[in-house]
């Protein structure tokens, strides 16, 4: 059983930067996709940043310029850095790995991590 586990979220002023860390742990397949979202009150889940298990990302239009998705696999984890934080990027940050093996698919999530972001 994979299991992932959030860390770094915070209080920051705006301008500030936070640095995510998901850790993952549990034997999985290493075709795998691993994403950030965000969870802002009020408002639907957004997929802010993915990596795949290659380096390849791709970010939301909300976030580009600003966070960097990046990755060790042999530490089998995920980071998320955060610049030039705006109060509108205040949210609990989940962690989710998606796993290929043949033609299924299994998806795995985090507890998430609040990031709190002042004005």
């Known amino acids: 059983q994979v299991q992932l586990v959030e860390s770094g979220g915070g209080l920051v002023t705006a301008g500030g930067s936070l640095r995510l860390s998901c850790a993952a742990s549990g034997s999985r397949s290493s075709i795998d996709v691993m994403n950030w979202y965000r969870q802002a009150p009020g408002k639907q889940r957004e997929l802010i940043a993915t990596?795949?298990?290659?380096?390849?990302?791709a970010y939301a239009d909300s976030v580009k310029g600003r966070f960097t998705i990046s990755r060790d696999n042999a530490k089998n984890t995920v980071y998320l850095q955060m610049n030039s934080l705006k109060p509108e990027d205040t949210g609990v940050y989940l962690c989710n790995l998606i796993t290929y093996s043949g033609t299924s698919r299994r998806d795995y999530w985090g507890q998430g991590t609040q990031v709190t972001v002042s004005s």
């Open positions: 990596i795949t298990f290659g380096g390849a990302t």
